[in-house]
């Protein structure tokens, strides 16, 4: 089984890693002292990736406040959800707003919109 967590998580990790990746990115750049160029190219991706970082942690911010809130059945906190299924924020319990999908396996294909033909 794969190891699911909440859509909101998933995304602030994102974030977070593009801050982390900014300063290696950064870091890098030390090692080309000798070529201002490169230096500088270095620092200025560097400084980009964590300007998207500050991008999407703006973006998952506004998604936030438009999520459903619900509590969680199996640990009674609080929790949000965003789209039809997702996981519990505390205890990864699966969760869903469609009451034809209750009981059924969690997969976040559920999510995707069905194409009509």
């Known amino acids: 089984m794969a190891k699911y967590s909440s859509k909101i998580n998933k995304i ?3 974030a977070l890693s593009l801050v982390f ?6 870091y890098i750049g030390i090692f080309f002292k000798e070529s201002v160029l490169l230096s500088s190219l ?3 991706l ?7 970082s500050t991008v999407v942690y703006f973006w998952i ?3 936030s406040t438009k999520a459903v809130r619900v509590i969680c059945p199996g640990c009674d906190k609080e929790t949000k959800v965003l789209g039809v ?3 519990c924020m505390h205890c990864r319990e699966p969760l869903t707003l469609d009451k034809g999908l209750e009981g059924k396996e ?4 559920y ?4 194409m009509s033909k």
């Open 12 to 14: 602030r990790t994102f």
């Open 21 to 26: 990746v900014g300063f290696i990115i950064m």
């Open 42 to 44: 270095f620092m200025i």
């Open 46 to 52: 560097g400084l980009l990736s964590i300007g998207l």
């Open 61 to 63: 911010g506004m998604l």
């Open 85 to 87: 299924v997702d996981m």
């Open 106 to 109: 969690f997969d976040e294909s």
């Open 111 to 114: 999510n995707k919109k069905k």
